[in-house]
């Protein structure tokens, strides 16, 4: 019995491991589109077909030449400065990782992927977003998904009336960071 719990003990700890890694990848990922803006290093953490999706608004990129051009023309260094995201969460897997952050930024610039058309409003946000990367075996990043409530981005922008639809705006992120501080 000795042998069985050692060898249990032994698997588990290497899976942890390996859940760790995709986390280490995930956070280099990140890193490299948020902090360095580097579209070459960022696809470096992914598959050689990957994809990424926006759910609310579909924006996206397929394949490496979609993901790529995806990325330079419409995401990776084109944040406002005061872009922040605040982790509430991650849950690793796996082949996958999920982070629940909360993003903040002022739409003081067109920001195609989260609100495609959509002049400059010079208002503040705060968007709940859920990302959900799947891993492929050697630890690249196969996909993204990712999920945010685009009625609250729209009432936070003043697109939608939250006065008179079951929407809320900035309510939504500051429960959320509340709750997660209490935790």
């Known amino acids: 019995m000795k042998n069985d719990e050692s060898s249990f003990k032994k698997h588990d700890n290497e899976r942890f491991d390996a859940r760790l890694d995709l986390g280490k990848v995930f956070d280099k990922h990140i890193q490299y589109e948020f902090e360095n803006k580097d579209v070459d290093a960022t696809m470096q953490t992914m598959t050689k077909e990957p994809y990424v999706h926006h759910v609310p608004v579909m924006t996206s990129g397929i394949g490496y030449e979609g993901v790529h051009n995806f990325y330079k023309d419409h995401f990776i260094g084109k944040m406002p400065a005061d872009t922040k995201m605040e982790r509430i969460s991650r849950t690793v897997g796996k082949d996958h990782v999920v982070d629940e952050l909360v ?3 002022t739409h003081d610039r067109e920001i195609d992927f989260l609100l495609p058309s ?14 959900v990367m799947k891993f492929d075996e050697d630890g690249k990043i196969a996909h993204e998904h990712i999920y945010w409530d685009q009625a609250s981005v729209l009432a936070q922008i003043g697109l939608l009336d939250a006065g008179v639809l079951p929407i809320v705006g900035l ?6 960071l509340e709750l997660s501080k209490t935790e």
């Open 103 to 105: 993003i903040s930024l």
């Open 171 to 176: 309510e939504q992120s500051r429960k959320l």
């Open 118 to 131: 959509v002049k400059p409003t010079g208002k503040y946000l705060q968007i709940p977003v859920v990302v």
